[in-house]
Antibody, heavy 121, light 107 residues
Framework: EVQLVESGGGLVQPGRSLRLSCAAS????????MHWVRQGPGKGLEWVSG????????GYADSVKGRFTISRDNAKNSLYLQMNSLRPEDTAVYYC??????????????WGQGTLVTVSS | DIQMTQSPSSLSASVGDRVTITCQAS??????LNWYQQKPGKAPKLLIY???NLETGVPSRFSGSRSGTDFTFTIRNLQPEDIATYYC??????????FGGGTKVEI
């Protein structure tokens, strides 16, 4: 059974940093691209970032480009999101999601349950 | 960047109705369009990929199609368990993925 477990969320002040982690199990992790998707309170879904199986291709939403960095450690079956210069509008539940493919960023096939990030003074 | 305009933002229908949701692309795009269902308090679920391909295990009352830059998601014979918010999602060849604004379906 595929499991994606996010951690690292919490309350942080504007301008500070936070690092999210996603622990993956139940599948061959280094075969698949991975993503971060967020959902603000009462809002819709927003793709944040994605990374291919070998980290050869990464993508970012314009809203986080230059502030957030996605990475993965295939030896640890883990996905990360380093979030710097956080803003109140970054407040959201952050989901880790598994793609169907490895070398392309296309689909959100399996999802974690999310971790809440609140940016507030 | 390509924008996806999803409509309506919400709708109310009766059990057994046919429900249609549309996503309009700001320009012509390949068949890079997926649909998701999100029930309250749950993570989203992929229903349809690449316009019209039904994900394994998804009931056949769900379907997708396109006409030009308009992509349509249809639920035939609406069931109580279909109450959810539905999202379209586009991907491109530049590693950019975009969701539509969502459609909340109520009975």
């Amino acid at each position: 059974e595929v499991q994606l477990v996010e951690s690292g969320g919490g309350l942080v002040q504007p301008g500070r940093s936070l690092r999210l982690s996603c622990a993956a199990s139940g599948f061959t992790y280094d075969n698949f691209a991975m993503h971060w998707v967020r959902q603000g309170p009462g809002k819709g879904l927003e793709w944040v970032s994605g990374i291919t199986w070998n980290s050869g291709n990464v993508g970012y939403a314009d809203s986080v480009k230059g502030r957030f960095t996605i990475s993965r450690d295939n030896a640890k079956n883990s996905l990360y999101l380093q979030m710097n210069s956080l803003r109140p509008e970054d407040t959201a539940v952050y989901y880790c999601a598994k793609d169907i493919l490895g070398g392309e960023l296309r689909y959100f096939f399996e999802w974690g349950q999310g971790t809440l990030v609140t940016v507030s003074s | 960047d390509i924008q996806m305009t999803q409509s309506p933002s919400s709708l109310s229908a009766s059990v057994g109705d046919r429900v249609t949701i549309t996503c309009q692309a700001s320009q012509d795009i390949p068949n890079y369009l997926n649909w998701y269902q999100q029930k309250p308090g749950k993570a989203p679920k992929l229903l349809i990929y690449d316009v019209s391909n039904l994900e394994t295990g998804v009931p056949s009352r769900f379907s997708g199609s396109r006409s030009g830059t308009d992509f349509t998601f249809t639920i035939r014979n609406l069931q109580p368990e279909d109450i959810a918010t539905y999202y379209c999602q586009h991907y491109d060849n530049l590693s950019l993925l975009t969701f539509g604004g969502g459609t909340k379906v109520e009975i």
